[in-house]
């Protein structure tokens, strides 16, 4: 970067490089439909199940191994490989990923499925990278963060009502899989549209950045509160069966958290350069274990409802802040580019971890589990507050 490049980008929104809106737009959507399986899943592995595709225990490593296969594949595209020819790595990752979907209509076996959806799993993973590194290298990027998250969000709400109401009703898991592989394929315009090469952030010892106490700590608090999400996620239903709430209500909390979830988006984009980040993530820290103890506590159908309802508002609204815990942690911004693995593994191990508390039909561990694992987010923010304030004389 000549000087002349380095004096523009003082007084521009970005550290380095300088995207248009519509090249921003496009990263995010880009990035967007890499995670639109999250909110797609109850609907479409729902549909798997009900078709008798899959049992219980197989339809749990499918979501799990396409869950971290995301997580990989963020990691790998982030870490790996330069942030140049993003318009052709985009397509490339689009039609891979419309591969992986149609593959998946046609599985004919539980193995077949599991190595379709951890192709797609790694394609996402790619296509969340494209939108992960273009917002490390914008000055607020925990904004456009929350704008990242907020359009997910919208995105997935979206096509789980279109899949819901009409692809899966007419050409059941098949039909919605393959509205998901068209998606991809319709994406490649605005693949075309993305920045080709993004500007080079200082990342000559990717590693070194990354295996610091500081660092190491800002993921695991990352991965922790994840885990806490993912563990009650998993086990929403038979939770509420034990409660006696039937899987019907159940499914109408979801859809209602998942418009909690676009309203915490919207609302933490909105306040995030109010609120300083340690006092965001403690005190949703704090609910998070609060909620997971009232559902450990047999609440009747309110509670629960408002417990489902609050878990999606702060799901979302602390992505933001979880962005500013990772560059201060690391002011290169290599952390950042791993924050997508953090929240993505922990979404994979939580229900793996916590179905091994369940007794029975018992499920009162999980929640148990999951406040635990809120607690553990917050007391590692606490250890990375102690080490970073050790370093600021030095």
Known sequence: MTVTDAVQSEDSDWLVGNPTGLQLASALWIGSVGLLILGLQPVLLGALYTEGHVTGDELALVATAEMIAIAIGSAIVAMLLPARDMRWKSALLLVLLALANFCTAYAASPNALIGARTLAGLAEGGLVAVATELIARSRRAERIGGYFVTLQTLAQCALALL?????????????????????????????????????????????????????????????????????????????????????????????????????????????????????????????????????????????????????????????????RLAITADETRTAVLLVPAAQLFGLAIGPIAASLLIDGENFRPVPEFAAATALASVALLGIFALVARRRVPA
């Open 163 to 323: 899949l819901a109401l009409y692809a899966v009703p007419a050409a059941g898991s098949a039909g919605g899989f393959i509205a998901l592989g068209v998606v991809c394929l319709l994406s490649l315009v605005v693949a075309w549209t993305v920045p080709d090469d993004y500007a080079d952030l200082p990342k000559e010892e990717h590693f070194a950045n990354v295996l610091t106490v500081p660092a190491i700590t800002a993921l695991l608090s990352i991965f922790c509160y994840f885990m806490f999400f993912g563990a009650v996620w998993a086990f929403l239903e038979p939770l509420g069966a034990e409660f006696g709430i039937d899987g019907r209500t159940v499914g109408l909390m979801v859809s209602a958290s998942l418009a909690a979830q676009v309203v915490g988006a919207m609302t933490a984009t909105l306040f995030e350069a109010r609120i300083d980040y340690r006092f965001a993530i403690t005190v949703i820290g704090a609910v998070a274990a609060v909620s997971s103890a009232l559902l450990a506590s047999g609440p009747g159908l309110l509670v629960f409802w408002a417990v489902a309802l609050v878990m999606g508002f702060i799901l979302l609204f602390i992505v933001p802040y979880q962005i």
